[in-house]
């Protein structure tokens, strides 16, 4: 169906994500642009004063103050719905902002979490210390163990929170068992997809409730702006969400929309280049280091899981040294072509140490219960020639003696 000038956005449903990834949601101003307008605006002009109060009242189409509705933002929201296959999705400035809105909104005093251990740093941070200082309690588990989920539901419990594949310890959760179990107990699954992005993993096709990203990882993949996004069904995103976001306000600028916009065009391409250089360099790292985690290869302990949901390995790898955070971070100072960053999903490889950063904040029994150990790196393997990469660690790793 072809999108002219001046028209309404048109919703085709039928094309495949990578597609809907390129142009899902694209929505031509009149002058008829082939890539998406930005619409650096915060606010909206009316015609005549009836209209204005018309718009309030919900009466008449159209956009009121860009806290609310920007078109640029529309597009990306529009865009990530299609892609993931949700009826609706919310777009937020960071990844954070994004977790704490999917959470927040729905939970009152006196409700009861279940999460995975295994968690970003601040995803943790928000189980652990914000949601207690409210009145909602967390119970913490191993999301690998399926039936954990069952053996922790509380008559108060609300929601199941979890990462998969998890940061960074790559715990694979089972979708389709860990949705089914939240279902059977009229509990809402909300599940961070932002290691997988929907091109290589749909929580959603296997019972997920809600799925929230930071799309400043894959989504955006080039270093450039922080953004995040929570997809549900158009009654939770409009009855449930959107009443918290648009009253606190953890909006995602037009311009970060814009490039996020951007970076979904090549998303498919870099991603599944991305996990084709991660498997080649974990297929030599392995080798060579004591222990290492990547989903995509055999000796992961739930790669046949992995590779039931994911349709690649992803990007990102843990690996183990025997000598702790000396050693690590020896390893980390002699790279040359991989730097040391926190970011993952980027173009570039980058490597870092999560117990002295990512993690830092959380306390060593947390770090130590989460499996986050001092001898761990996690790297994010990049678009560049992945022997360049494996170079890189050849001489980096013969540098420190091993
Ligand atoms: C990075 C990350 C977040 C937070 O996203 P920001 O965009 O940095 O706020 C949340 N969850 C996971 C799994 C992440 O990797």
């Not at 919703?11 to 142009?23: E, L």
């Not at 009861?112 to 652990?128: N, Q």
């Not at 199941?160 to 860990?178: H, K, S, W």
Request: net charge negative.
């Amino acid at each position: 169906m072809k999108k002219l000038a001046g028209q309404d956005r048109t919703i085709t449903t039928t094309w495949r994500p990578a597609t809907q990834a390129i142009r899902g949601g694209t929505a031509r101003s009149h002058y008829g642009e082939t890539s998406e307008a930005l619409f650096l605006t915060s606010g909206y002009a009316y015609d005549c004063a009836a209209d204005a109060a018309a718009r309030f009242a919900g009466e008449q189409k159209g956009m009121t103050y860009s806290r609310l509705q920007n078109p640029t933002v529309e597009m990306l929201e529009e865009r990530i719905s299609l892609m993931e296959g949700a009826e609706a999705t919310r777009c937020m400035a960071s990844g954070m902002a994004a977790m704490t809105a999917a959470l927040l909104c729905q939970l009152s005093a006196g409700d009861h979490v279940v999460a995975g251990r295994a968690a970003f740093g601040s995803c943790r941070w928000l189980t652990d210390s914000l949601l207690p200082r409210f009145g909602i309690q967390s119970t913490i588990i191993d999301a690998r163990d399926t039936e954990a989920w069952r053996r922790a539901v509380q008559p108060n419990t609300k929601l199941f929170f979890f990462e998969t594949p998890a940061n960074p310890t790559l715990d694979i959760v089972d979708l389709a068992a860990v949705c089914a179990i939240a279902r059977e107990n009229g509990v809402t699954s909300v599940v961070d997809n932002a290691f997988a992005t929907p091109l290589l993993q749909r929580p959603m096709d296997f019972g997920a409730d809600v799925v929230a990203y930071s799309a400043t990882k894959m989504m955006d993949g080039q270093g450039r702006v922080l953004a995040g996004a929570v997809c549900g069904t158009e009654k939770f995103i409009n009855e449930t969400l959107l009443a918290f976001t648009r009253n606190t306000g953890p909006t995602l600028s037009p311009f970060n929309a814009w490039v996020v916009l951007k970076g979904l065009e090549t998303l498919d391409l870099r991603i599944t280049r991305q996990s084709e250089n991660a498997l080649k360099v974990a297929s030599w790292l392995e080798k060579r280091v004591p222990r290492l985690l990547y989903p995509g290869l055999k000796s992961h302990p739930q790669h046949a899981l992995a590779m039931k949901q994911m349709r690649a390995g992803g990007t990102i790898m843990s690996l183990f040294l025997d000598g702790g955070r000396a050693q690590a971070h020896a390893l980390l100072d002699a790279l040359e072509l991989v730097d040391i960053s926190n970011n993952i999903g980027d173009s570039r490889s980058l490597m870092t140490h999560p117990a002295s950063t990512t993690h830092a904040g959380l306390t060593p029994e947390v770090r130590a219960e989460m499996g986050v150990e001092e001898g761990m790196l996690r790297l994010n393997v990049g678009l560049e020639d992945p022997a360049d990469v494996i170079d890189d660690f050849d001489r980096a790793l013969k540098a420190i003696g091993l």
